[in-house]
């Protein structure tokens, strides 16, 4: 895919990171990886040195952990593979940053579909699991849970990761 738009979807660890990796590189297209985590403690500075190896030197990294929309649109362009990981992490600094979650969702999703390039979202599905107990947390599952099916209307294709196996829920499974 050289052009369009994929989300694709994952429980922790589920291996949809590495998936949407693959498939911006697959695409032989410029490289940008579009970060929204922070590294606000040891074992998130872990995870971050981590997906940085696993990428090498290939991917070039912008640092979006809240003007996403701005920085997706700034780094789309035709014959470059931007990925966004995680819209999951980006809804959560919002949410603790007290933003107006229902307009910067739209405006991220309304881009979805309307960028020149190839545009690869990566996000946690967090709906499978038992309802929080507090109303934080059912407040950030709801908000993503929206955010999601938006995305995904949006989206070309919509990928299921599990267990490192990819499951076309949108499209063509490349």
Not at 142 to 156: E, S
Request: contains cysteine; positive net charge; hydrophobic residues 50%.
């Amino acid at each position: 895919m050289k052009a369009g738009s994929v989300l694709v979807l994952g429980g922790a660890r589920s291996g949809k990171s590495a998936h949407a990796e693959a498939l911006a590189a697959a695409s032989g297209l410029e490289r940008v990886y579009v970060a929204t985590a922070e590294p606000r403690d040891a074992e998130m500075g872990e995870r971050i040195a981590h997906h940085r190896a696993r990428r090498g030197a290939l991917w070039r990294t912008v640092e979006a952990p809240d003007a996403l929309e701005q920085a997706v649109a700034a780094e789309a362009a035709p014959g470059r593979a931007v990925l966004v990981d995680c819209l999951t992490l980006w809804l959560s600094n919002l949410l603790l940053a007290g933003a107006d979650l229902e307009s910067r969702c739209r405006a991220l999703s309304g881009l979805v579909g309307r960028l020149p390039g190839l545009l690869v979202l990566v996000s946690n599905e967090v709906g499978l699991g038992i309802v929080p107990e507090n109303a934080l947390a059912r407040r950030f599952r709801d908000a993503q849970g929206r955010l999601n099916q938006d995305v995904a209307a949006r989206a070309d294709r919509v990928v299921f990761v599990a267990a490192g196996l990819p499951l076309s829920l949108k499209g063509p499974c490349e």
